[in-house]
């Protein structure tokens, strides 16, 4: 066993906050878009109403089709609006592991089975499933702050945007 500072425990808690961060700011925008083409949709199929209610009574089955397209865009929306508590929870959940890595920081180092560390760290490490998260943890390991990890990993994400607008990473 060796004597440790907290450094490692800390930037360990410190990717965690980084991943949840990452994760919320990639989830804001695909429900944000989600959000505003269902409220489209849902304004196309007003538009239609009208337009279909000022003609004659053939276009009743039309009608039908309007008021379910815009039924399920309301509902769709609806179902969406749990994310907002999700993400109030993401965000609880980073700040109760930030707190957490302050409390730490001020405690005496602890001995900690160098062996053990390593198989933590690697087990963690072998978890992650997009090169963003490896990222990120690999930057904090060296000794970046989260901003610092996080503002790399949007280099990336944007890097990779430019090099394949058009692909889709499929998990």
Known sequence: MSLHTHRELLDLLNVAVA????AQHDANQA????????????GFSHQLKQQ????????????DI?????????????ALQFYDRLG??????????????KLLDKVPPVEIDEEKWSA?????YS????????????QIANGASIQE????????????AEDDDDDIELF
Not at 149 to 160: H, I, N, P, R, T
């Open 120 to 124: 933590l760290n690697a087990a963690v």
């Open 66 to 78: 309007s008021h379910q397209i815009s039924d399920r865009a309301q509902n769709s929306v609806i």
């Open 31 to 42: 429900v944000g878009s989600l959000s505003d083409n269902f409220a489209q949709m849902a």
């Open 127 to 138: 978890k992650y499933s997009m090169k963003e998260e490896r990222l990120i943890h690999e």
């Open 149 to 160: 990890a996080l503002s790399a990993m949007k280099a990336l994400v944007e890097q990779d």
């Open 88 to 101: 109030q929870r993401i965000e609880h959940v980073a700040d109760s592991i930030t707190e957490l890595a």
């Open 52 to 63: 279909l209610d000022s003609e004659t009574e053939q276009n009743d089955s039309l009608q």
């Open 19 to 22: 991943q949840l961060h990452h």
